[in-house]
């Protein structure tokens, strides 16, 4: 069984990360423990529900609130990007999360490998942050190659028109 890695880089004055989805390698409890220890203030979900119920992972919810973590949830179907009717959804989200990095706290995103989708948000908040859209998304792939897997992922992370 592979490690749960969490891929790490400050951004917008705290620190973000992206892996996989919590559970789907079959332990749950050690998978947000290793989050909790790393320090996250608020965790933040990229998968609906179905792939949390299918990857041993419908409790997280649970799991996080009882450490003491928040859990935030903005579903995208697997390589796809958010529709655009919800883009006020995403801006309420994304506000709470840039001031919670702004503060210096510790944010963890994941779908299920901890690529396309999370890194679409990260690399959004990033940009939404005043990062250039070129050298953030640089940065994030020195610390996860595979983060934004598709030109539509990449295009919704930074054209913020």
């Known amino acids: 069984m592979q490690d749960f890695d969490i891929h790490e880089l400050s951004a917008a004055g705290g620190v973000i990360a992206l892996g996989p989805m919590p559970g789907r390698r079959g332990d749950l409890a050690a998978d947000v423990e290793k989050i909790a220890r790393w320090g996250a203030s608020a965790v933040l979900t990229m998968t609906p529900q179905g792939e949390l119920d ?8 649970e799991a996080l609130a009882a450490r003491g973590i928040d859990w935030l949830h903005f579903a995208v179907e697997d390589f796809g990007v958010p529709a655009a009717g919800r883009a006020a959804e995403w801006s309420g989200l994304a506000i709470g999360l840039r001031a919670r990095l702004a503060k210096g706290q510790r944010v963890f995103v994941h779908c299920f490998g901890g690529c396309g989708r999370s890194g679409m948000a990260v690399l959004r908040l990033m940009v939404e942050s005043g990062d250039d859209p070129d050298a953030a998304l640089r940065q994030l792939r020195r610390v996860r190659p595979c983060a ?3 030109d539509a992922q990449r295009l919704w992370a930074t054209d913020l028109d």
């Not at 299918?54 to 919810?61: D, F, M, Q």
């Open 148 to 150: 934004v897997e598709t």
């Open 54 to 61: 299918a990857h041993r992972a419908s409790t997280l919810p």
